[in-house]
């Protein structure tokens, strides 16, 4: 399993597209260390590893694909509603190719 | 009293008899919202300018309510009490708010939450923290806070609540109320902000059982918009509402009681309602879980909620919605707003979330977090083949004091942290209750039975429910 260190925290938080700040470490790794601690005693429960995992908490027999008709549920003008800024109905965002909008 | 405290079939009554209208009561809800604001933080949004319901014979039509703050409401800002989202306003309805206003219910508010659903004090909501109505230097818990002050305070007669871990049972137990979470799939998720899709419930917070019974009833259904709801056509709370449970077979778990055992007031009042539940007929036994499974409840649902959470928040971009902030490119745009957006808790989750599904670390945390969830709800499964229901103290404490307690991890083995997720992991129907006052503040405890079986948990609340006789803060005092 991989280590916690200052940098890989970092590095995850980009990939989540956010910073964590300086002062913030500290608490994180000692919630870190915690949770690694608390999973260590479920990895010493006999047998765990061959428990099969529960993703869902029960199967629902009720569960029916929709017939494959072509649906709306958004308007595009509510689509765009909230956006900080549009053009011509479409979000507008930096330039993305080719320096400064 | 007010018709406002009154159970819900004393109000409609009084409404269809033309002793108050849906106006007059609209108008004092506004009005207790508006006192208590400054003292509770109950609220994001009340809507001064809600219209009154015309009365029809459904029970909850012209009464207000007040709904968490992560429930989709079509033109009415919905802001999870997150900075990342506190200028958004949805273009669509939750289906459990088209079900209440399609009977005619009167929102009145939205109600503050922790950040995102992510928090269990009521104290990381963006617009503050809430304040518990019978202590104010003491906490509601949470998420669903504001829904659960607003109810024990008198605003409202119900509120709706959403619950991943605890969110509407802890907050309610804090504050003398009932917080019902019914069977996963009972009430469509469509339209809630998704924490941990596995764990999420919708639910709601009221005065009485009776009421929790009304309010479930009013929004279950299979919906089409939400593949894990179900035809619950046959699970019909008020019809089958009775408080005879001559006969009903309850466990409570061994190592819980025997925790409890360390705080003799918690311990004495948890044995006060064994023995009125021995009175009401229903027989109550003694068994045993593996403790280390019990201990290992709380890591196993932090690992599976976070995990689950940093995959639902990753459209929280600033870019289609949300708080934006500026940046030279798209990625620094969403860099900028999720940094500022959430606060230090929520990107803590998150990160932990993304650490534990790394594909290198996936076996040892997040498949042992699910092979935990098996364990925990096989045996319950197993035991309500045999049982009616589970009995268990809905906490080992009363509401926290500021600054007692914060969300950051604790590093002991705690059976009493997240026993409550036991409900969650297998979406069973699991609902609390007041069960008396230790030095002035509300305890409760908590039923849960097995999958679909709502109508007994309800049933068996009530019955108990009659003989503790507990009374609501909201109905105690003269308003």
């Known amino acids: 399993m991989q280590k916690i260190t200052k940098e890989n925290i ?15 470490f500290e608490t994180f790794e000692k919630e870190f260390e915690t949770i690694l601690k608390h999973m260590d005693l479920i990895s010493k429960i006999d047998g765990i590893e061959k428990v099969e995992p529960l993703v869902f908490p029960f199967k629902n027999e009720d569960v029916k694909l929709r017939k494959d008709v ?24 930096p330039k993305v190719v080719g320096g400064e909008s | 009293m007010s018709y406002l405290d009154k159970p819900l079939e004393e109000i409609h009554a009084a409404l269809k008899e033309g002793k108050v209208t849906s106006r007059e009561l609209t108008i004092e809800s506004l009005n207790r919202a508006h006192v208590t604001q400054e003292s509770l933080n ?5 809507l001064d300018d809600v219209k009154e319901e015309k009365i029809t014979d459904d029970v909850l039509s012209g009464i207000p309510y007040a709904c ?49 659903g992510m928090g269990g004090t009521g104290t990381t909501g963006h617009t503050g923290v809430v304040r518990n109505p019978w202590d104010q230097t003491r906490m509601t818990a949470g998420s669903s806070a504001g829904s659960a002050a607003a109810v024990a305070s008198g605003i409202v007669p119900y509120a709706l609540g959403t619950d991943t871990g605890d969110s509407i049972r802890k907050p309610a137990g804090y504050c003398g109320i009932v917080g019902f979470k019914p069977t996963y799939g ?31 009833d009013a929004i279950k259904g299979l919906d089409e918009k939400d593949m894990t709801s179900f035809d619950s056509s046959n ?16 466990f409570y778990i061994k190592e819980l009681n025997d925790e409890l055992k360390n705080s003799k007031e918690y311990y004495d009042n948890f044995m006060k309602v064994i023995s009125y539940a021995k009175a009401c007929g229903m027989e109550v036994y003694e068994e045993s879980i593996n403790e280390n499974i019990l201990r290992s409840i709380y890591p196993a649902y932090m690992a599976i909620s976070c995990a689950e959470a940093t995959s639902n928040n990753s459209n929280l971009t600033g870019i289609p919605f949300g708080s934006r902030k500026n940046g030279l490119t798209p990625d620094e745009v969403m860099i900028n707003t999720r940094t500022e957006g959430f606060s ?23 498949k042992n977090a699910q092979r935990i969830r098996r364990l925990i709800v096989d045996k319950m499964t197993e035991l309500f083949k045999k049982y009616d229901g589970c009995i268990m103290p809905n906490s080992d404490s009363i509401a926290p004091h500021f600054g007692d307690v914060n969300d950051v991890m604790s590093d002991k083995y705690l059976l009493f942290a997240e026993n409550l997720a036991i409900g969650n992991f297998g979406g069973f129907p699991s609902i609390t209750i007041p069960s008396g006052l230790i030095d002035n503040m509300p305890v409760a405890v908590n039923i849960t039975g097995a999958v679909k079986q709502d109508s007994n948990v309800i049933n068996i609340a009530a019955a108990l429910e009659e003989k503790i006789g507990f009374k609501p803060l909201s109905t105690k005092e003269e308003k």
């Open chain 1, 10 to 24: 970092q590095d995850y938080a980009l990939k989540l597209m956010f910073k964590m700040k300086e002062e913030e």
């Open chain 1, 70 to 93: 072509a649906n709306s549920t958004l308007t595009t003008s509510d689509a765009v509603k909230n956006a900080h800024e549009t053009i011509y109905d479409e979000v507008k965002v």
């Open chain 2, 42 to 46: 109950s609220f994001v949004t009340i």
């Open chain 2, 68 to 116: 968490k703050d992560n429930l989709s409401t079509k033109g009415i800002l919905t802001t999870a009490s997150s900075n990342i989202l506190s200028d958004y306003v949805p273009v669509f309805d939750a289906t459990c708010i088209e079900k209440l206003k399609s009977k005619n219910a009167v929102m009145m508010g939205k109600t503050v939450m922790d950040e995102l």
């Open chain 2, 186 to 216: 009972l009430v469509s998720r469509w339209g809630l902000f998704a924490f941990a899709s596995s764990l999420d419930h919708v639910g709601c917070l009221t005065k009485t059982v009776k009421d929790a019974a009304y309010v479930i």
């Open chain 2, 235 to 250: 699970i019909k709370l008020v019809e089958n509402y009775t408080t005879n449970v001559k006969g009903k077979k309850l």
């Open chain 2, 344 to 366: 230090e808790l929520i990107r803590r989750r998150f990160v932990i979330g993304s650490f534990i599904l790394q594909k290198e670390n996936q076996e040892k945390l997040f």
